[in-house]
T-cell receptor, first 114, second 110 residues
């Protein structure tokens, strides 16, 4: 059953705490995306990796957010320190990287910062 | 940059046909995608267009006009389970990232 797996599914944390979200892309996929979804902004691209190399993180606040791919089976998104405005659903998606292939989304991490 | 517009909400009746429009302005174009997202769930892929014309897949069809920067998703024989948000997304050239519109919330009533 090929799917993108994200952990945790839900996270409630206090302002100022560090938050780490994890993603296991579909085996064999070489592109990984991190998106943030809010009611106001919809789905916003935060970071994009191809073959584990970051190609685009222009949508990510650099002062507090960081994204990495320690290996081909794990992508992480870290927020330090977290703020209430970071409350959103964070989706990871992976794809095969060719033009006509879609991105497959994980179930998301619902983050609430209080 | 990329700008994608779609209506915020639409309503329709079970059994009817509904067309959800999407217009886009992009610095590069390498395909247009439609995704469906039920409340509290992940977006799931519906269709892909890269050439002009209509792509049909069961009850769902998607149309693209690159010269007009326009696409629509056509849903036929609407069912209650089609109530969801429908997201239009454009793939740019180069990095192959997907930029999403804010989605159209479709409510299907009996």
């Amino acid at each position: 059953d090929a799917r993108v797996t994200q952990t945790p599914r839900h996270k409630v944390t206090e302002m100022g705490q560090e938050v780490t979200m994890r993603c296991q892309p579909i085996l064999g996929h070489n592109t990984v995306f991190w998106y943030r979804q809010t009611m106001m902004q919809g789905l916003e691209l935060l970071a994009y990796f191809r073959n584990r190399a970051p190609l685009d993180d222009s949508g990510m606040p650099k002062d507090r957010f960081s994204a990495e791919m320690p290996d081909a089976t794990l992508a992480t998104l870290k927020i330090q320190p977290s703020e209430p405005r970071d409350s959103a659903v964070y989706f990871c998606a992976s794809g095969a990287g060719t033009g006509n292939t879609e991105a497959f989304f994980g179930q998301g991490t619902r983050l609430t910062v209080v | 940059g990329q700008n994608i517009d779609q209506p915020t909400e639409m309503t329709a009746t079970e059994g009817a046909i509904v067309q959800i429009n999407c217009t886009y302005q992009t610095s590069g174009f390498n395909g247009l995608f439609w995704y469906q997202q039920h409340a509290g769930e992940a977006p799931t892929f519906l269709s892909y267009n890269v050439l002009d014309g209509l792509e049909e897949k069961g009850r769902f069809s998607s149309f693209l006009s690159r010269s007009k920067g326009y696409s629509y998703l056509l849903l036929k024989e609407l069912q209650m389970k089609d109530s969801a948000s429908y997201l239009c997304a454009v793939r740019g050239t180069g990095y192959s990232t997907l930029t999403f519109g804010k989605g159209t919330m479709l409510l299907v009533s009996p």
